[in-house]
Nanobody
């Protein structure tokens, strides 16, 4: 079985930075695409950013382009999300996800293989 464990969330001021990490335990996810979703109170979950299994392809939601950067280390079984220039609208619970088979372009419309429990990110003024 696989567990995805997120860390790095917290409270930050507008314009600040946070770095989220997702560590996979159990079987290797070397061939799995990985990414991050978020869900704000009263809103639907949305796909934010993803990275292919070899790091060759990435997907960024328009609203985070130029501010967020995803990376992965397959040897350490981790994926990280560097978030800069944070805005109040980035406030949400952020979930790590992993999947084998569903292309990143379709992640918004599919149930994925593995999910983390989520980590809260709050951007305040």
């Amino acid at each position: 079985q696989v567990q995805l464990i997120e860390s790095g969330g917290g409270l930050v001021q507008i314009g600040g930075s946070l770095r989220l990490s997702c560590a996979a335990s159990g079987r290797t996810l070397r061939r799995y695409d990985m990414g991050w979703f978020r869900q704000a109170p009263g809103k639907a979950r949305e796909f934010v950013v993803g990275i292919s299994w070899n790091g060759g392809s990435t997907y960024y939601r328009d609203s985070v382009k130029g501010r967020f950067t995803i990376s992965r280390d397959n040897a350490k079984k981790t994926v990280s999300l560097q978030m800069n220039g944070l805005k109040p609208e980035d406030t949400a619970v952020y979930y790590c996800a992993a999947d084998f088979g569903v292309p990143l372009s379709s992640w918004s419309h599919n149930d994925l293989d593995y999910w983390g429990q989520g980590t809260q990110v709050t951007v305040s003024s």
